[in-house]
């Protein structure tokens, strides 16, 4: 019994120590955190939203003249969200 306590603390401990790590979940590359975006065609096209870049600034879009929209797969390029972010006005407000 003795020997099952002595095992069971150290896997306890040993998982408790290892979650203390810290681990960067973001790539230092990563521009954007979060966006939300509302597009709608029904009475002309309508293409507006706010973004969360990884600095923490809170950015609009409302009608920008052009935006690059993700491809079939779901996909933008740096160069794509760079213009994307250009297009954007900053609020002056951090999250």
């Not at 706010?50 to 740096?78: H, V």
């Amino acid at each position: 019994m003795r020997l099952f306590i002595i095992i069971l603390f150290l896997i306890v401990s040993t998982t408790t120590l290892d979650s203390c790590r810290k681990v960067n979940a973001i790539s230092s590359e990563q521009k954007i955190l979060f966006q939300y975006s509302y597009v709608n065609y029904a009475w002309g096209p309508n293409n507006q939203g706010f973004i969360i870049d990884s600095e923490g600034n809170l950015l609009t879009y409302n009608q920008p003249e052009k935006w690059n929209f993700p491809d079939n797969a779901s996909k933008l390029t740096q160069a794509q969200i760079t213009e994307n972010l250009s297009y954007c006005n900053s609020t002056g407000r951090k999250v």
